[in-house]
């Protein structure tokens, strides 16, 4: 079961990964709840909810909704209910299909009890609270001994708290059809949304054709609108947990809160498509969550409710995926202390009043920009764990100070606009020349004193803290390619706390991409590009190490940021190759 090969849904709400016509991962009713459906993470107790058929094609019919055509003529179109906790499957079966649904709760350690609660009816109840899933078979034929339908129908699964609530014996009209034509209406709307994608379109990079760059364009910005929480704004990193970086290893983490670096680069991405709604919910978010007693962003990361996430803990009984133990849920990570969040989201919210000219919006957070400002210059000599998180090893790393100076670039940028003083310059100039002084031997290090080369350097051009074509970043660059770059992608360090980096960082890879369009090197940009592509096998999901032999994605799947990168690099290169005006 290779998660290259998977597609996934979201609603908004959680996310689904469809494996075949299986669904193997479902958690209810969101992202970070225990999973209905974890086959993913147990081949034996996950549970799953499979429609037996062989594959003939899979893709996507619009973002979040999976067609699939089977051999013999039948058809399963899946998706999750928009405004719902809920997953439908529209089924269209001229010849018989059966159907096995296996509901487990409590992360596959309590199978469900299962209730016939009339004709085609069910409810799967957990053994210890009133949670269930309501079933709904809605058939012509159907065999119930067997669950085998026939003809075209719906089967509706619903989560609910307790039985309150539910659909059956409610005096309600049940229309599911109507909630499902308007999900796909409501998906297909939002990709006449954005913008860039005619540009896109006419793009041509080596095996890939105009129409196939769209699809992945498109599919990136459905994930990314996808994985924002709706109730607050928040998006989470990926919808899964502990898929792992190398088979059968222990680099296996939950992905499934609201990273403040992350959800700052999905931010950039939305606002370069077009997406500006959604770009200020998430920054409306993360400025709910300063804390104007201690450092801004107390936590690198968050539950999608603002709470502080659980915990890290270890699942026992679940084997792993393909084996990988341990399954772990909660993360470790939001204890950490991680110096560049302020900049990041400093950026995105200098981006967005670029792109919008919004002032009333930017002088509603001066508070927030202010107090970060004020922070960051008078704690930029602290150390850090770094972007990459290594567990227990702090230092002075240089991307943390370069989005430290960020952070104050850009309030002082702000602050311009709005014709209000900048007391933030000589803290930005003295930490500009603190970098220089301690950071820098002939090429940007990775801490003082290292001569370890890091992808994260890629940025500096990226944030405009150096030009592209300084010779300390080129020389800097050299070093990425000639320790970091594996068969054309690149890793994002030699080693970790945890030992050896085996498996190129589809991030650091985009990075590269990014800086090769800049430099004009814009045949060996498409092929980074080109290269990832290949590894989604048709499906343009994005995970967030890539196997370069067996083009294949590891990790979490999909990846926010990565995907948020890929629309990043496909817009910067329409707009070098096609053109810098708008449609």
Known sequence: ?????????????????????????????????????????DEERGGSFLVEGEVESQSYLVPNVVETKLKGGGEVVDLLLRGEHALVRKIRAPNPLKMKVNVTFNYGRDKAKVQRLA???????????????????????????????SGEGYVFLGHFSDDRFGIYGKDVKFDLSRGFERTIYYWRSQLKRGKSRGKVAKLELSGLSGEELLNAYDTSVGVLLGLLYNPTGAIVAAPTTSLPEIEGGSRNWDYRFAWVRDSAIVADALISAGYLTEARRILDFFSRMVSFTTKPFLYPLYAVDGSVPPKEVEIPWLSGYLNSRPVRVGNAAA????????????DALHKYFVATGDTNYVRGHLDVIEYIADWVSENWKLEDVGIWEERGV????THSKVMMWVALDRAGKIMKSLDRENRWRDSRNELR?????????????????????????????????????????LNTLSEVERRLVVKGQVKRYERDFLGEAKYPFTLASLWLARVYLRLGRMEES?????????????????????????KQFTGNFPQAFAQANLILTLREMANATVG???E
């Open 394 to 397: 702090r230092a002075h790393y």
């Open 433 to 473: 020349e603190w970098i220089n002084e301690n950071l820098v031997k002939e090429r940007f290090l990775k801490k003082p004193g290292s001569e370890e080369v890091d992808a994260a350097l890629l940025t500096l051009p990226l944030y405009d803290f150096v030009e592209v074509t300084d010779q300390r970043f």
């Open 1 to 41: 079961m290779q998660t290259t090969r998977m597609l996934c849904l979201n609603n908004e709400f959680t996310g689904a990964l469809i494996h075949g016509t299986e669904i193997v991962w479902l958690p209810f009713p969101r992202y970070d709840s225990s999973p209905v459906f974890a086959k993913l993470l």
């Open 580 to 582: 810098d005006a708008e």
């Open 119 to 149: 004709k085609g009816i069910y409810k799967f109840s957990n053994p210890e609270n009133s949670e269930f899933l309501e079933l709904h078979i809605l058939f012509p034929e159907m065999d119930e001994e067997t669950w085998t339908v």
């Open 526 to 550: 498409a092929k980074i590009v080109s290269g990832i592509l290949e590894a989604t096998g048709g499906t343009y999901l994005v995970g967030e190490h890539i196997d370069p032999d067996r």
């Open 335 to 346: 204890a950490q202390l991680q110096l560049d969040l302020e900049g990041f989201f400093m």
